[in-house]
Every structure is written in C-alpha cells, then in structure tokens.
C-alpha cells in the first residue's frame, strides 16, 4: 500500500463547476498537509498549507483535512481554463518525517 | 530572482553514458533537494542538501551522486546511465528544513536509449 494515494484522473469539467480533489494517506506521523499545481512542462508550485484537521480558504481554493479519516480535499470554486493543470497533494510530519510525500497527482481539465 | 534554475530542460543521452544536471539557486536557501518524477509515481526524492558541503541520501540514491560546494549550486551526477533513469528530474530549495513550501525549478527531461 502506498503512504499516499491520489486518483490520477484525468478530471474533466466544464468551466465554472465546483472540482473536488482527493487523497488518503496511511502514516498518522503526518501532520502538515499541502497542494501544489503543476502546469504542462513546468515545475510544482505551493498553492495551499494546512496544519493538521481542518479547513483552510484562500480565494477560489478551500483545503480541508479529515486526521481522523486519513483524507485531505482540495475543493475549486467558479473553476477557470487556467486552473487545468495537475494537482499534486504533498504531506509530512515532525521529528524524523520532515520530508515531504507527494501523491501521484491528479490532471484536471476545465472546458471553456 | 530567477528563482531556481536548471540546465539542459531536455536531454538524451545514450546507455552507459554520464552527464550533470545543473540546478542553481538564487534565493539564499540553504535547503535543496533533487527530485524525479516518473508517471503514475509521483516524486521521489533523490539526494537533498542542508547546506553547503553537506548531502545526504533520498529514497532512490542508486545511480546518482552529488555534491555542494556552494549554496547557490547544487548539481545531480549520473554515471552509467540506465533506461530506469529516463524521468524528468526536479531541484527544488527551501527556507528551512523541513518545509511544506519548497521552490522548485522547471525540471530536466531525460531519456537514456
């Protein structure tokens, strides 16, 4: 089993949709939870950080975390063509699990 | 800034050949990491640096080396290449240890034939 799972997709849907974005994981040492956005033939780049269960909003974008489920969500509001790319949930912990675990990404398309 | 940066973006190199891939940052981090990222895989992490002169293995070390000689520079080695290293490689920097925010560069895409 890997420590962390993610639907590789692809994800297609219509402009303006509400997209939701999944991954479970199975090492309860991690504690700090973040999505990044990879554009075709670029880098990832951080879009959201959370700390442990909860939800965090940042415009479009709400993380939310489910500790007790071993389950994190990206939910993407008023979705836009810029906003297709491959999502990539990334995950660690404290004291010796510094280093970070990323899913193995999901391509999200949005069709104007 | 240019943030990081890495040279060549494509390369192909043949089996049995060695070749550097560069990464150079220009944010004084003194955290940087070598990932690969294959499809369906997700990245994995290679080698990984916390300052200069100081480098410590990944999750996949085999057939790679490194070094850091300074803080802006920190090159990834393959010699012998392997068609299992055909990947596309990301260097990525961080502030402090440990970060959930790390920087990364635009990635190196090599296939070994």
């Known amino acids: 089993q890997k420590e962390v799972e993610q639907d590789p997709g692809p994800l297609s849907v219509p402009e303006g949709a509400i997209v939701s974005l999944n991954c479970t994981y199975s090492?309860?040492?991690?504690?700090?939870f973040m999505w990044y956005r990879q554009y075709s033939r670029k880098g990832p780049e951080l879009l959201m950080y959370?700390?442990?269960?909860g939800n965090k909003e940042d415009g479009r974008f709400t993380a939310q975390v489910d500790k007790s489920s071993k389950y994190i969500s990206l939910f993407i509001r008023d979705s836009q063509p810029s906003d297709s790319a491959t999502y990539l949930c990334?995950?660690?912990?404290?004291?010796?699990?510094?280093?970070?675990?990323f899913g193995t990404g999901t391509r999200l398309t949005i069709i104007p | 800034n240019a943030g990081v940066t890495q040279t060549p973006k494509f390369r192909i190199l043949k089996i049995g050949q060695s070749m550097t891939l560069q990464c150079t940052q220009d944010?004084?981090?003194?955290?940087m990491y070598w990932y690969r990222q294959d499809p369906g895989m997700g990245l994995k992490l290679i080698y990984y640096?916390?300052?200069?002169?100081i480098t410590d293995k990944g999750e996949v070390p085999n057939g790679y080396n490194v070094s850091r000689s300074t803080t802006e520079d920190f090159p990834l080695r393959l010699e012998l290449a392997a068609p299992s290293q055909t990947s596309v490689y990301f260097c990525?920097?961080?502030?402090?240890w440990g970060a959930g925010e790390q920087y990364f560069g635009p990635g190196t895409r090599l296939t070994v034939t």
């Open positions: 959370t700390y442990s269960s």
């Open positions: 640096s916390v300052g200069a002169g």
């Open positions: 990525a920097s961080s502030y402090v």
């Open positions: 944010m004084n981090h003194n955290y």
């Open positions: 990334a995950m660690k912990g404290n004291f010796g699990n510094e280093k970070l675990t």
């Open positions: 090492n309860s040492a991690f504690q700090y």
